[in-house]
Structures are given as C-alpha cells and as structure tokens.
C-alpha cells in the first residue's frame, strides 16, 4: 500500500515537471567522432523540437529517440526523464570498419554491421581503405546492407561483401590489422592485400578460404620471409587452394 502511494506520488510529479535541460551524451566519444552534443542539438532545432520549458506529459520519448535515430550517424539512442526535470539522450555512433573508394571515385563506409555509412564533414575514421574495380550500382543509404545485397543477387559474390567480411576478419586480429595497410581490387576481380611492411603485393582473390589463407600467409611470414628476405618477392598467391606461390622480384 505504501509503494502503490508512493509511486502514485511520483507519477503525479513528474506529469507537472517542466523541461529544465537537455543533456546529450555521446557514449563512444573516444571511440569516434561522427556525432556530437552540438550536432544532436542543431538536429533537434531543424526539426522544430524545443523541449526546455515543455511539460513532461507533453514530451513524447519514443518520438525523440526516433528522430535521432534517423540522423545517419547514429546506431541508437535512448532518451528518458530524471526527476530534477531533465531530459537526457544517449547516442550510440555507427562504427564503421571499411572505407571504399569505388571505380567512380565515389566513397563511403561500412559499418560494422554491414550498413553503407556516408562520409562526414566533420570527421574521418581511420580505418582500412579499399580501392579499385568495386562497383556500386546500388543505392547509398544508412540502410543499405552489403550482406542483403549479396542475398538479392541471388547467389552471385559481390566484391563489396567479400571485402566487408575482410575488413571484419582483419579488424579482428591485431597481427593483420597492423599488417595490413589496403585492399585493392584488380581488372580481374581479385582481391590484392597492401601491407605495411614488405614490398610485395599479396593477391588473396576472394574471401573464400579466408582463415586457411591468412594461416598459409602467416606460416611464411614466420618460417620463409626472415631467411630470404622481406622484399624478395614481387607477389605472393593465396588465391588457389593449399598453395602459396611466390613470384621473384626481377
């Protein structure tokens, strides 16, 4: 009886609060930079939200969350009351793991997730880069996936999930992703790896195979490379099944 009255008393105070702040909070702010407190704040004015002032019974949370939601740059946010009369909204930022530059010169992210994520004015992530004769004859959205695509070409590889699932497995590893510097895709639609260290070009072909290939390309780099040489070989071939082919440098 006491907590029924209790919660009653509450519920009738906050339906006569008034908005006295609105605080944004940027929950992965050191991890990336795409979102701010500003930009959230500028958003919310565009679309004509002004909650200072307002009555809490007025302010529809979901309704908010769902405007931030939409801004391109933000995975989630989540908005709700505190009883000193503020309004707090947390965000969550997209992460992307890839940035492409297509055959058109056309760039973008993608995002952990697999979703195509645009570039931003106000910042750049510094993530691995892949280059080439990737095409992008689809349209770029926040809600454009790499994985439904290659679903929707009905069992065709597109270049661009390949080069996700990559990204992802080189982002994984610690090794690869210091190792690891572009990706580049040639005429012929292999996928050719640029690393940091090495003057050689690693052609890897395509994902299938992915793990076997970078155990073959390890095996060499511990019991091949130290002996003969870090810049010996021009190419390294992964792209055929249990083999690594090495071409000399001329």
């Known amino acids: 009886m006491y907590l029924a009255a209790t919660l009653s ?3 009738d105070r906050q339906q006569h609060l008034v908005c006295n702040q609105l605080e944004v909070c940027i929950v992965d702010s050191l991890r990336n930079g795409f979102v701010s407190n500003k930009s ?25 969350e769902e405007v931030v939601n939409n801004y391109p740059p933000v995975e989630k946010a989540e908005a709700f009351k505190t009883a000193s009369g503020k309004v707090i ?11 492409i530059i297509d055959q058109n010169n056309e760039s973008y992210y993608v995002d952990d997730k697999g979703y195509i994520m645009k570039l931003s004015d106000n ?3 510094h993530v691995i880069i892949a280059n080439g004769n990737i095409r992008s004859n689809f ?4 809600k454009t996936n790499v994985l439904e695509l290659e679903h929707q070409s009905v069992g065709k590889r597109l270049v661009l999930t390949d080069l996700f699932k990559l990204a992802q497995f080189i982002g ?10 572009q990706i580049f895709v040639n005429a012929a639609g292999d996928i050719e790896l640029i690393p940091r260290v090495g003057a050689h070009i690693i052609v890897f072909g395509d994902f299938t ?3 076997t290939k970078f155990e073959n390309l390890m095996s060499l780099y511990t019991n091949g ?18 083999q690594v082919i090495c071409t000399k440098r001329e």
């Open 40 to 64: 959230i704040q500028a958003l919310l004015l565009r679309k004509g939200i002004n909650l200072i002032g307002k009555n809490y019974r007025d302010i529809d949370l979901k309704s908010l």
């Open 89 to 99: 909204v947390e965000v969550k930022q997209r992460n992307p793991i890839l940035r």
């Open 172 to 181: 994984d590893s610690k090794f690869w992703n210091a190792q690891i510097q």
């Open 209 to 211: 195979e992915c793990e």
């Open 9 to 11: 008393f509450i519920a």
């Open 139 to 142: 349209q770029h959205t926040n």
């Open 123 to 125: 910042y750049t992530s």
């Open 225 to 242: 490379l130290p002996a003969t040489g870090w810049n010996k070989y021009e190419t390294i071939n992964l792209k055929y099944k249990g």
